[in-house]
């Protein structure tokens, strides 16, 4: 399924380093995770204000969908919202794009499962009443799967 930007209200930038490029001048296969917990944790800290004092999040899955390449010079983003919230597990789908003069285009996109987490307890735990409101009221609920 391809991913409209229009659905997606948080963007944040992504800066390449040197050390994310490969031997034939791409970034990495596996820096493509790093940049998508950059953004993820940008959305938390900036668009849901996640209290990490008191509630944890691990990360349980991931999934990514290599587009197009990413190359050392290119000015790249990443949208970031949430698709689906169950009772201490949510999706968070990320678009990474290209910032070019004709407008943005789509190089990857991916999919984590991420789960609540008591790191104290050392357990997962139901998703804070507060941070579900937020991501439901951030990214609207008519785009989200509640499965809870």
Same mark, same amino acid.
């Given at each position: 399924?391809?991913?409209?930007? =229009?659905?997606?209200?948080?963007?944040?930038?992504?800066?390449?380093?040197?050390?994310?490029?490969?031997?034939?001048?791409?970034?990495?296969?596996?820096?493509?995770?790093?940049?998508?917990?950059?953004?993820?944790?940008?959305? $938390?800290?900036?668009?849901?204000? $996640?209290?990490?004092?008191?509630?944890?999040?691990?990360?349980?899955?991931?999934?990514?969908?290599?587009?197009?390449?990413?190359?050392?010079?290119?000015?790249?983003?990443?949208? +970031?919202?949430?698709?689906?919230?169950?009772?201490? =597990?949510?999706? +968070?789908?990320?678009?990474?794009?290209?910032?070019?003069?004709?407008?943005?285009?789509?190089?990857?996109?991916?999919?984590?499962?991420?789960? =609540?987490?008591?790191?104290?307890?050392?357990? =997962?735990?139901?998703?804070?009443?507060?941070?579900?409101?937020?991501?439901?009221?951030?990214?609207?609920?008519?785009?989200?799967?509640?499965?809870?």
């Amino acid at each position: 399924m391809a991913e409209k930007l =229009s659905d997606y209200k948080f963007r944040t930038a992504i800066p390449i380093r040197f050390s994310d490029i490969d031997a034939v001048g791409h970034v990495n296969n596996a820096i493509y995770l790093t940049y998508f917990e950059i953004a993820r944790f940008n959305y $938390w800290k900036e668009a849901i204000n $996640w209290n990490f004092s008191e509630h944890g999040v691990i990360v349980g899955r991931s999934e990514i969908n290599y587009l197009k390449p990413v190359n050392l010079h290119d000015q790249i983003a990443c949208y +970031v919202r949430v698709v689906r919230i169950g009772n201490s =597990s949510f999706d +968070v789908m990320h678009v990474l794009v290209r910032v070019t003069p004709n407008g943005e285009e789509i190089c990857t996109t991916g999919k984590t499962v991420c789960i =609540s987490y008591d790191y104290k307890a050392n357990k =997962s735990i139901q998703i804070p009443a507060t941070e579900r409101d937020q991501m439901i009221a951030f990214d609207e609920p008519r785009l989200i799967l509640n499965t809870n």
